[in-house]
């Protein structure tokens, strides 16, 4: 396979991830850079060598400079999406995009478009659909293996640590500057629902609020942040107790705590959380995304799926129990319990490969090995210009954000949403 060149456009935690998998293959290797922070745009350069006529601290710099490689990594904050994506397209680049696609339908409408009017290979980053696990369990479903999929129950046990860093004291946690968390965590879930039914929900609903982590739930005594308060030893969201502890563990060290600070020792820690975001109290944050939300959906085939998305577990692997005609699956994202029920035999399919990073939900563990199987597929892709080598495309991609979307106009009008099959609203009830 032919070595593909690259931009990368946003040098964060996902992007570098993407940006570092494809060097080390041997099937990418990055050419340029575009990252608006100095300290990240400068490790970034070093790191992949690029030299400094192909650093940018901005990305409309690099689309300036005009087509400077096969692909480029777009890993911006995700209301920054529509534009680099839309100007990459047009200049011709493949692009490889951080999920969501973009934060509304009409800017993630226009970056469908530009892949279709350029011919350009888009992967939006859903990377669920391409672990081992998340393969044989849709052979198991496509083989008939349980008969015709009738009921499916998904959990997505966000853990209550995570939430509070991401969804509470981190980029995520406000509709305002971000988006709502259904579609910033969970567009994953429904994405991969959809995909191993293979096709769209006709109806959808959704009930979900923030109950929790929020002004007038904090524990008596609580102070503002958490080096100085009375009660940070008995609190579950403890920002001292996280941070502090992921100090020599190279994972954690890498996420989460590179979100909180680059200095890497227990007094660049408590500076960051004497300072910055991530010190807060969980309790006094301008958070204002849901913790907990439940999505109701029913097939043309008249199935039905419950999603269920919390922030009061611990951080695991996702659980579903997917309910056919001839058997049942149960589900926790490395092994599968398969019973059928013509036979009464039950067997246990376990996906696990044995590697390093490879069974584990999260970003420090590649999420379950989908991270490096997605970045070999895009990589692939383009140096072969073979689309089939991607599980979907710019409007797959668009159809599970619309349904995203219903599910959101569902949950703030209590109301039951028809989609046609494209994922557009038809009607509300």
């Excluded at 490689?69 to 777009?74: G, K, S």
């Excluded at 009017?117 to 044989?136: D, E, K, P």
């Excluded at 890498?254 to 227990?266: G, K, N, Q, R, Y």
Aim: contains cysteine.
């Amino acid at each position: 396979m032919s070595e593909v060149t690259t931009v990368l456009v946003g040098a964060g935690l996902r992007g570098m991830t993407y940006a570092r998998h494809a060097l080390a293959t041997g099937a990418g290797r990055v050419v340029a850079v575009a990252e608006p922070d100095p300290g990240r745009r400068a490790r970034a350069a070093e790191e992949f060598g690029v030299p400094p006529d192909r650093v940018y601290a901005d990305w409309t710099d690099a689309a300036a400079a005009g087509k400077l490689a096969d692909a480029c990594v777009i890993a911006t904050q995700d209301r920054m999406h529509v534009a680099p994506a839309v100007a990459m397209a047009d200049l011709g680049y493949h692009i490889l995009l951080e999920k969501p696609m973009a934060t509304d339908e009409e800017d993630a409408s226009a970056i469908a478009e530009a892949a279709r009017r350029n011919g350009i290979l888009l992967a939006v980053c859903h990377v669920l659909r391409y672990t081992s696990y998340t393969r044989r369990l849709k052979e198991l479903l496509d083989s008939g293996a349980i008969g015709r999929l009738v009921s499916v129950q998904h959990l997505e046990p966000v853990g209550w640590w995570h939430h509070a860093h991401s969804f509470v004291r981190g980029n995520w946690r406000a509709e305002g500057t971000s988006a709502p968390m259904l579609l910033t965590k969970s567009c994953h879930d429904l994405d991969w629902l959809v995909h191993l039914f293979g096709r769209l929900p006709r109806r959808v609903t959704s009930f979900g609020s923030l109950t929790h982590l929020r002004p007038g739930q904090a524990p008596p005594g609580a102070t503002d942040r958490c080096l100085d308060c009375p009660v940070e030893a008995g609190c579950p969201y403890s920002a001292k107790r996280l941070y502090l502890g992921c100090l020599g563990d190279a994972d954690q060290e890498f996420w989460p705590l590179s979100a909180v600070t680059d200095d890497h020792t227990e007094a660049g820690v408590l500076e960051a959380l004497r300072t910055g975001p991530y010190g807060r109290c969980a309790y006094a944050c301008d958070n204002d995304v849901v913790d907990n939300q439940v999505v109701g959906m029913e097939f043309d085939s008249g199935a039905t799926c419950s999603f269920t998305m919390s922030a009061f577990t611990p951080m695991e692997q996702r659980h579903t129990r997917l309910m056919g005609t001839h058997g049942f699956i149960d589900g926790d994202g490395t092994t599968m319990r398969l019973v059928d029920f013509r036979d009464g035999s039950e067997r246990t399919v376990d996906t696990r490969t044995g590697t390093a990073g490879s069974a584990g939900p999260s970003a420090e563990d590649g999420h379950g090995g989908g991270d490096e199987a997605l970045t070999d597929a895009f990589f692939a892709a383009v140096a072969a210009g073979d689309a089939s080598l991607l599980l979907s495309d710019a409007a797959q991609s668009l159809a599970t954000h619309r349904v995203v979307w219903a599910a959101e106009r569902a949950r703030t009008t209590g109301t039951v949403v028809e989609l046609d099959a494209e994922g557009r609203v038809l009607t509300t009830a």
